[in-house]
């Protein structure tokens, strides 16, 4: 018996399209995470970059439990002396809502060249509308032809 390897080249790579509205945060963030990675699949290798590409649309619209709404703060340094910055849920959700699940799917993924190579293939769009609709399809089409076979 020998050692099944995945190599590079045998890696099938399809998207989806996750709808976040009135969905929990952390919840919706997990399974992008998942799917980003490739942990989903049967021949997961943790080294090599096999997850899906992942459009997330109406980011706006991300459902919050509790109070989170006007105590979590998002903090980030200018790199200037006394450069911290703060910014409230409420108010990143209103300003760029694709960065509240941007920061949630990042802190589930590895940290390094592998999993910011993951996190490029993230597309977060605010609204319903996103300039994938060809990419989607052709993933679609594949899969109903290996249904097809079946």
């Known amino acids: 018996m ?10 099938q790579k399809s998207w989806r399209v996750v709808d976040a509205e009135g969905q929990a945060l952390g919840r919706i963030a997990t399974q992008i995470a998942i799917a980003l990675r490739g ?5 997961f290798t943790p080294y090599l970059d096999m997850g899906d590409f992942v459009i997330v649309t ?6 919050f439990t509790g109070q989170k709404m006007t105590q979590k703060l998002y903090r980030h340094h200018t ?15 209103a300003l760029h809502p694709d960065r509240v699940i941007r920061a949630a ?14 996190m490029r293939h993230l597309k ?25 076979a079946e």
């Open 39 to 43: 942990k989903d699949k049967p021949t």
């Open 58 to 63: 109406n980011a706006s619209k991300v459902k």
């Open 2 to 11: 020998k050692t099944f390897t995945l190599s590079g080249k045998d890696i």
């Open 105 to 118: 799917v990042w802190g589930m993924m590895p940290k390094g060249r592998l999993g910011r190579a993951q």
């Open 79 to 93: 790199g200037y002396l006394g450069g911290l910055k703060e910014i409230r849920l409420d108010k990143q959700l």
């Open 124 to 148: 977060i769009y605010a609204g319903a509308d996103h300039p994938h609709e060809a990419q989607v399809m052709a993933g679609q089409g594949k899969n109903r032809r290996r249904q097809d």
